[in-house]
């Protein structure tokens, strides 16, 4: 009780009630800040850490205005296509993946089955930053994984790759972001990198495509109701060697209405990674949308995959002429140019469209009586490489600009918020 005594004030009233007790610094402060005050502070600066990392230490990039192709040669990727060796493909499905926290449903076996009973040749299993070695040692294996764990959806699809990169940008990307990204997940020769449903959620604008380079493919075709011909258009117009990719980006296996809506049909000398990524990376191939009413069981499904498919039997490109034969009767073939402008309108098994002077690229977009959609690779200008997928430079002077601002707006923003902290417990303090 002395002791206890000896440790409180009494005020000149000398009444009991004025006895208060005196204020001794505990364990539960630092430099004079309470603890979770401190662990509001070290959130915030997370924070603050993530935004200013993606916003002003991504490097930044000499974009040039885009230029449309030119050249007096034109690229046909479908000359001397082998149209019996032709393989029928899905590269975007999802089982169930990370114990189950992302969207997936169904096991590896389940998709591998399935789709092997619609007939295709290739089903990839392409889940969020992991890839599958389900049956890595069967001849039609390829390894695919889905890149991207952003607000925006900015996906990627990797062909073909070795290991996942983890590296993204979480936030609303900019396009050096994208780039930046980009430039990271670069491929090596035999690996693919494809821009994946660019129209979801404007993941990727216009502008975007136009600016962007060093990727080799463009989901133009994803599940029953996206598309983004647009996108790809504006790339195109850009003079961007952008090929098509057309996928169900399955995440139910057990949703028939989620399963065998598009395939991307592959020209390559053997059913092997190998060939399959070159063949994508030099556009012979062309993705279908497979028509139906969308209510088809998945007993449907099998029956019409077994009956066959439209199909693209030649596309010859003979001075100017480009002419196109189909396996069976178009209801309309639209051939489409510089800025997604319809350049002619066709309908029958067979098709010719002369090059105009003007003419940048052409594509065949080709719509079927039982509403199938088949979408064909440009043929395009070049004067002496056609694939060429060149890097923008970085802008040195810029990014360090904006690195050092970064850097300044951390060191403000840190000593603001643990002045405030230290003030408001002074106050405390007092009271």
Sequence with gaps: MAGEASRMIVFRSGKKKDRLPFRMPTRSRFFGISWSRWVLIATGFLVAVIVINQYFFCPQYNFTEPRPFTGKHWYNPYEDIDTLRRFKCNFHAHSRAWMGLTNGNGSEQEVWDRYASLNYDV?????????????????????????????????????????????DYPLPQTAHNKQHLIALLQPAHDELLAINHPSLRHAFSERDLALLSGYQGMEVLRSRHTHSYREWDAALSAGKPAFLLANDDLHDVHDAGDIGLNCTFVFAPALTASDLVQALRTGRSYGLRIGGSGQETFEDKQRKARAGLPALKSLLLRGDSLTLELSEPASEIRFIGQGGIQRARHQGVSATYVLDTNDTYVRAHIIFPDSSVMLLNPVFRYNQEPLLRQLPSINPGKTWLMRICGVLLLIIYLAATVMLAYRLNIRQNKI
């Design 123 to 167: 089903h990839c299993i392409s889940n969020y930053h992991c890839i599958s070695r389900f049956n890595d040692t069967a001849q039609n294996y390829l390894s695919a994984y889905e890149h991207g764990y952003n607000i925006k959806k900015n996906h990627y699809l990797l062909l073909n790759y070795r290991q996942v990169s983890f590296r």
